[in-house]
Nanobody, 124 residues
Framework: QVQLVESGGGLVQAGDSLRLSCAASGRTFSNYNMGWFRQAPGKEREFVAIISWSGGSTYYTDSVKGRFTISRDNAKNTVYLQMNSLKPEDTAVYYC?????????????????WGQGTPVTVSS
């Protein structure tokens, strides 16, 4: 069992930066591929980024490429999402998730564990 707790969300202006953190409990964190998803008001949850268990592979949705960076520190059981050049359309609740599936995937159905989410609001 893995428990995930996100932090770092908040209210910022367009062009600002935020760094989200996701702290995981359990000793098997390094076995999981970790992803970030987001859900805007009135919209479905969407994939944002994923990092492999080793940190060697990452993948981003097109709308955040070049602005967001996912990283992890397995010694600290933590995954991060550095968000730069934020836009109002980035406003959403951001969730981290862990997947035991061997291949990295953007599909939410492949993720076994989810955090409670942290809200990000970007004003124009």
């Amino acid at each position: 069992q893995v428990q995930l707790v996100e932090s770092g969300g908040g209210l910022v202006q367009a062009g600002d930066s935020l760094r989200l953190s996701c702290a995981a409990s359990g000793r098997t964190f390094s076995n999981y591929n970790m992803g970030w998803f987001r859900q805007a008001p009135g919209k479905e949850r969407e994939f944002v980024a994923i990092i492999s268990w080793s940190g060697g592979s990452t993948y981003y949705t097109d709308s955040v490429k070049g602005r967001f960076t996912i990283s992890r520190d397995n010694a600290k059981n933590t995954v991060y999402l550095q968000m730069n050049s934020l836009k109002p359309e980035d406003t959403a609740v951001y969730y981290c998730a862990g997947s035991r599936f061997q291949a990295i995937s953007a599909m939410a159905g492949y993720y076994d564990y989810w955090g409670q989410g942290t809200p990000v609001t970007v004003s124009s």
